[in-house]
């Protein structure tokens, strides 16, 4: 199995290091050279200083996995590649894409006979060790071809992994999964920053936060990560209480609007990542911190640090 991932930045680049390990052939393209060497360097990825070359060492059918931002970015590099592609060829979309945009791509890219796979992943930084959580929306037929790679990456070959129905819905689940991650993040938040605000009991959050994830109905991978994190530090005094959103929770929060579903808590959620902005809140450093340690996000110095 070969394929050619675009894009190695920090979920890119551990995701070729999966497939390496699990003996699939990456040819990989990225803007920065030093991306390209490291990985060289690491894993024994072949590099290309082009799509055009990276497509050039890719063997007929060609499976190309793009990791790069939404927006502009993918836009471009899924124009340049529905050129240089050809019929039969299958390219992946694994960045966070809006799902109405995921549509619109597979429709334009199957009139040159391209399959197209929007593919939402998640897993954060842990996706190297633990494997990714895949939601893949295209034709079953360009999802079998795919087989190796999706199991390779999957948490386990028989887990972890869905094929959704047609292009877009990928990302449209993968939207929903991210609006549900606001809700527990946010939950998780508020509910420790109301036992931070007992002063007088000196309460030991970290301790608290473990003892909920054994045998507690609320336990959670992102229990986990939080405990982890307390033990280190319950104060959190160095993080600055801003909390940024990547676009999923609008997303979801518009779709909710859309459809007229009630999605309170959701829409709740991503206004306090807005109200964040503006605030000294233990909570939002929670939150910051959450993401920090699920996917890498980084998190701004409390002023004056």
């Known amino acids: 199995m070969q394929l050619g991932m675009v894009g ?48 050039d060492k890719l063997s007929p059918p060609r499976s190309v996995w793009l990791m790069l931002p939404a927006g502009e ?15 039969g060829d299958i390219l992946v979309d694994g960045g966070n894409a809006n799902y109405k945009d995921s549509v619109r791509r597979g429709a334009t890219l199957a009139l040159r006979q391209i399959e197209f796979i929007d593919a939402g992943v998640s897993g954060g930084v842990w996706g190297l060790e633990n494997g990714y959580a895949l939601m893949l929306g295209g034709s079953g037929s360009a999802l079998r071809q795919l ?16 094929h959704t129905g047609p292009s877009g819905s990928g990302h449209f689940v993968k939207m929903i999964h991210n609006g549900i991650e606001y809700g527990m993040m946010q939950s998780y938040a508020e509910g420790l920053a109301l ?38 530090d319950q104060d959190l005094a160095a993080i600055e209480p801003f909390v940024a959103d990547s676009g ?29 902005r503006d605030g000294q809140d233990y909570s939002a450093r929670l939150l910051a911190m959450m993401r920090q340690a699920f996917g890498g996000h980084a998190t701004l110095p409390a002023s004056g640090e």
């Open 8 to 55: 190695l930045g920090r979920m890119g680049a551990n995701m070729t290091r999966r497939l390496r390990a699990g003996g699939i052939a990456v040819v990989g393209f990225d803007r920065n050279p030093g991306a390209l060497e490291t990985l060289v360097a690491d894993c024994s990825m072949v590099p290309a200083l082009s799509l055009n070359e990276l497509v």
């Open 73 to 87: 970015i993918t836009e471009a590099a899924i124009a340049e590649l529905s050129f240089l592609m050809a019929p």
């Open 147 to 162: 087989d190796t790679v999706v199991r390779t990456l999957a948490p386990a070959p028989d887990r972890g992994w869905v």
């Open 195 to 232: 036992l931070h605000g007992r002063g007088d009991w000196n309460l030991d959050l970290a301790a608290i936060t473990e003892s909920w994830r054994h045998g507690s109905v609320i336990q959670s991978w992102l229990l986990d990560l939080t405990a982890g994190f307390l033990a280190r």
């Open 248 to 276: 999923e929770g609008r997303w979801t929060a518009i779709e909710a609007i859309e459809q007229g579903v009630s999605a309170p808590v959701i829409i709740a959620a991503l206004m306090s990542r807005f109200a964040s």
